[in-house]
């Protein structure tokens, strides 16, 4: 056995829960304010839409599956929307616009006001989430960050952001799936569980 190797899955599973620790130590009460902010959205026959490039692509459509299908819960399903997944409106504003636009004009086509908008980046820097952020608030729409500790420009453009405690994207995205599982499991409880706490 390498222990080269077998160090390697040490070090990052240590980077990762220290940072995950660190990270929920710290933001259990926010996590839980925007949990109910995004029930909120729902039960007023709003929608949460999510956006993001690569592995916060797949972050994007884990989180809208998780919504739309269940997360723990047996509940009705929740109206969410990855705009990662279609291939022939991401290609067709790609190629006729910019690849910067592909987020923005889904925005501006399917928002509308009071509904909620999930950019997620790790670098708070990519231009396709900022613009579909700056859309978002131009429309009305609530507008969520999911970024690593720099925050970069999206911490301009949000009303709640995330930010987790790390600089290595991995560990970045690690714990921002971790922290949407949270917030699925909370818009369930503020939804169906404890539905008082809403109107408080």
């Known amino acids: ?22 990270f929920f130590e710290e933001n259990a009460e926010f996590l839980v304010s925007l949990g109910k902010v995004m029930a909120l959205c729902l039960a007023n026959g709003n ?31 929740l109206p969410c929307i990855a705009l990662t997944t279609d291939s022939s409106i ?4 790609g190629n006729d616009y910019g690849f910067d636009q592909i987020f923005e004009k889904q925005v501006r086509a399917l928002g509308q006001e009071n509904d909620l908008l999930v950019g997620i980046s ?21 507008t969520v960050g999911m970024t690593g500790r720099q925050g970069g420009e999206m911490a301009h453009l949000c009303d709640y952001l995330i930010q987790a405690p790390a600089k290595d994207t991995a ?14 499991h909370l818009v369930d409880h503020f939804l169906f569980e404890e539905v008082s706490a809403l109107s408080a």
Do not use: W, Y
């Open 1 to 22: 056995m390498s222990e080269a190797a077998v160090k390697k899955v040490l070090d990052h599973a240590r980077q990762g829960l220290e940072a995950r620790k660190a």
């Open 47 to 77: 929608k949460i839409l999510f956006c993001g490039n690569g592995g916060s692509a797949a972050d994007s459509q884990h989180l809208a599956a998780e919504f739309v299908n269940r997360f723990r819960l047996e509940r009705p399903p």
């Open 90 to 93: 991401l290609t067709s504003i």
């Open 122 to 142: 790790t670098s708070g820097a990519s231009v396709n989430v900022l613009k579909a952020l700056r859309e978002a608030r131009q429309r009305g729409l609530t």
């Open 171 to 184: 560990i970045i995205q690690e714990i921002h799936i971790a922290a949407g599982h949270a917030l699925c």
